[in-house]
DNA sequence: GTTGAAATTAGTACGAA
DNA sequence: TTCGTACTAATTTCAAC
């Protein structure tokens, strides 16, 4: 690595594109799951503990690369040492037929580490880290209010990150314990008791999928 | 970098520390802003990048990983590429003092990207990366609904992500247009008035913030 | 797809400012 | 502390098998 190493082949992986430029076989899975762990891991190391000779790492990390499938290496940083402690997830009702205009707003607001549209009651889910709470009440009131793309705003507090993988990847398969639904589960706590009986009957009454319509209208009428 | 990489200083980044070990100055966070960009990056081009020398550059590398505030390198993956095209979340409600299990059968589903813990109607939000539809579905009823910590759940699907940082770092400030709708912020937000401007009241009546108890109940009432 | 050797680069240790 | 330099070790590239 000498430079920026800036991926060449981005052009490739432009949205909209359809086909698969690369099969993935176990080979290239089992690269991500190391990559995915340490990024910084040389060349060598990586073809080492693949179990794949030095040439052929290269060659492969570097398809991985050019098709795309690896947009980039980055450094997980502490957000708490890195003075944005608080962290908050903001719920976006959207106007129809504004959509162009929120994204390009978005796109101008660094302090927004994550942005996805939704199904459900709302249309997308942005997620802010910041020094303070206050800072998160400005964000919203000053600066997402001020927008005409969005109609509403619900705000929640992160209290805790349990899990944060940096990608799931296919083979991430359940090893450990749990998941065997209704077959015993070896390891798991709980003995049968609220859910999955012994027959097996999942209570699907208590879940629900929230389509794009569902729900829709609480916040719908403002001002 | 030889192998592994694993941080030696794990230790004292541990959950529950307060002191912060290493005082961030502005090359500490040009460093770290660089490594979010490329985390393969060399030391020597990251202390020309910086414009430090290279000595420097890896002492403060060595501190900021010591120290915990870089936590790891990783690689962003294409899930689409990787064989996982659909992205759910699913907000979780935890039956109360069961959160010490929720978090243990949490912890044995690898295909979770991301959970974290909210203030709001739910108590647990879910990203999952599945193959398909049918997945996060069987994830949902078969899985979670299996947990007895899990009173009720509500999935939403993720039609695009719009955006997604690595991590946001101070300084991450507008710098480009937008935003200055209604109050002209300097730099930082929060400022003294919560919202207004000159004259631009800002409509804070379709703004929500949603605490721990409001809304409870909805979902609450299970079999 | 693999192995081996050459050239380049990275990482370390030291003294000086 | 930070910088500059020299030394050692590792990585990447390129070749032939």
Redesign the pocket.
Known sequence: ??ETSSNPARGGAQPGRIGIGLELDATHLKILEVLRENGRI????LAERVG?????A??RFEALRADGAIRRFTAEIDHVRAGLGITALIFVTVRQQMWRQFRAELAAMPEVEYCAITTGQHDAMIQVRMADVAAVHAMVTERLAGIPAVKATETVFILDEVIRRPYVLPGDRAGGRAARRTAPEPTGPAGSGSAAGPGGEVPLGKMRFVGAAEGRGRLQRDG
């Open positions: 690595m000498t040389s060349v060598a190391a794949i000779s030095r040439a052929n290269y060659t």
